[in-house]
């Protein structure tokens, strides 16, 4: 299993990390179909979309609704 | 989600700029080559720069700067040659590496032209389009990708300025559950509102059934770009466990519905006019079964895929029209530092990454993927899309039609030409003879079905 960090957010609440999980085993599909984590204040929660990982990260920190 | 510098380095594509620099390492189709049939002197705008196109009387191609250098006027109202197009103003010609090779009222013994030069980049024709390279000198090969130089086959040219970036339009290519909704349920909205009964029931549940059962979106390398689709899950209410392979990207610009061989196939084409306007070329193929003979054709014409109609309102009622004002409606170079990308754009994403590499390649000095120099190595065909499939290539019609007998698209013994975009070409009726000859040699026994 592959985590790599994809985007940090920070806002007047604290920073959220935002990691990219992709399977890289051996016995994986050559295809690739990531998800994504957020990482905030010790707790991490596991999304299928982009988007929706960002979003909470944006929701969680308090940080505008942009990049 | 893209920071607005990475959306900026993908998607501008001007003289010097990263997105530019990498376009400038491919051939690119700018014009079919009919065009030059009906008048032989054509302004072209590609990737940000204006450039004349032109034929002169020896028949040889040119690509040469927008103004003659002289009073700077508009080649495109130039005159063309034996040899070089000749400004309309006072007869200064210049050959096809922009090189001026007369200047008819300075002194005889006047050395002027030989000072003068207003630039050219190379040009080649094949499949019936024009491509040009923009790039470093010399010139990688122009590649013999698959529906170009297939044999036995009818082919039209659709083309189309879409007043948007060509990411997004590329973008589409990544994106294969769009179908559920842009050329489904939209689909059905709109051929509802046309009172399009008969339509509407031979479009029936074609796309919109692919919405049940999705467990997730798959993309991966290959070859020659990435292909993607959907992975269907039974215990989510799909048929049964599947992977749905979409349509394939060419890198950088292409894509492939189908494959060489196949009663329809397309590329689409999407090529930079410049940061905010994308030519569109559908390229279709429409190939003959074994022991059949395609109508010959000695222009592959080429046609305009209209986007409004009279009224000013768009086109609707046909698939690749759909996706043309999806595109546009994104406006024109869309700010994805404000988008929310779901599970269904995981493709997109990796599209974008394929695209950020390559570019970060030609940064780094070196040649990104689809330049190919060897002419030693160089098949005859390159079949972009990865080797066909067999249900595409089959050499018995009868399992071709099998697979293209389940998508209302691929159809076109039940009039799929006279519906797509493909109807507003000339070929159509040359279409409609293949599959007349199709049927009579059913009849005689020579192919089954």
Not at chain 2, 116 to 137: D, R, S, T
Not at chain 2, 346 to 351: E, G, K, S, W
Request: aromatic residues 10%; charged residues 25%; proline residues 7%.
């Amino acid at each position: 299993m592959g985590r790599e960090q994809y985007l940090s957010v920070q806002g007047p609440k604290g920073t959220a990390t935002v990691y990219e999980v992709t399977d890289d085993s051996a016995s994986a599909s050559r295809a690739w179909e990531p998800a994504y984590e957020v990482e905030f204040s010790g707790s991490v929660t596991r999304y299928t979309s982009e988007g929706e990982a960002i979003t909470v990260a944006q929701q969680v920190t308090g940080a505008p609704d942009n990049y | 989600m893209l920071s607005p510098e990475m959306n900026d380095r993908l998607t501008r594509v001007g003289p010097g700029t990263p997105g530019g620099e990498l376009m400038r390492r491919y051939w690119i189709p700018i014009a079919p080559a009919a065009q030059l049939l009906e008048d032989p002197v054509r302004k072209i705008r590609i990737l940000g720069e204006d450039l004349t196109l032109y034929k002169d009387k020896s028949g040889q191609l040119g690509l040469i700067g927008e103004r003659c250098a002289h009073r700077l006027v508009d080649m495109q109202w130039g005159i063309p040659d034996e040899h070089g197009l000749r400004c309309p103003y006072h007869g200064w010609r210049y050959d096809e590496t922009g090189q001026c090779t007369d200047t008819p009222l300075e002194a005889a013994d006047s050395s002027f032209k030989e000072r003068i030069n207003i630039g050219g980049y190379p040009v080649q024709e094949m499949g019936g389009l024009i491509f040009a390279y923009m790039g470093p000198l010399p010139a990688p090969l122009l590649p013999p990708w698959d529906l170009f130089v297939w044999p036995n086959a009818v082919r039209q040219i659709g083309v189309t300025v879409i007043d948007c970036n060509w990411l997004q339009c590329q973008e589409n290519t990544g994106d294969p559950t769009h179908g559920i909704w842009l050329h489904g349920y939209l689909f059905q909205y709109v051929l509802e509102k046309l009172g399009e009964e008969q339509r509407l029931r031979d479009l029936g549940d074609a796309f919109v059934k692919n919405s049940v059962g999705i467990k997730g979106l798959y993309a991966n390398n290959t070859e020659y770009g990435m292909e993607k689709g959907v992975v269907f899950s039974k215990e989510l209410g799909a048929e049964r466990d599947y992977r749905s392979r979409h349509s394939t990207v060419i890198f950088p610009f292409y894509t492939e519905q189908n494959a060489a061989g196949a009663p329809w196939s397309e590329f689409q084409i999407r090529v930079p006019i410049d940061d905010t306007h994308t030519y569109h070329i559908s390229y279709g193929c429409y190939a003959a079964p074994p022991g059949i003979e395609a109508p010959k054709q000695d222009v592959i014409p080429y046609y305009e895929v209209p986007i409004w109609d009279e009224n000013g309102k768009p086109v609707l009622d046909c698939i690749l029209n759909q996706d043309f004002i999806a595109w546009w409606s994104q406006g024109a170079l869309v700010d994805r530092s404000k988008e929310k990308l779901g599970r269904t754009d995981t493709p997109v994403i990796f599209l974008r990454r394929q695209l950020a590499d390559q570019i970060k390649v030609v940064e780094d000095g070196g040649e990104p993927m689809n330049v190919f120099r060897d002419p030693a190595t160089m098949p005859e065909i390159l079949f972009g899309g990865g080797n066909p499939s067999n249900e595409w290539v089959a050499p018995d019609w009868v399992t071709r039609a099998r697979f293209n007998g389940n998508n209302n698209r691929l159809n076109y013994h039940k009039g799929g030409a006279e519906r797509e975009s493909d109807r507003y070409g000339a070929a159509v009726p040359l279409v409609a003879e293949l599959h007349r000859r199709i049927e009579e040699a059913q009849k005689r026994g020579v192919v089954t079905v």
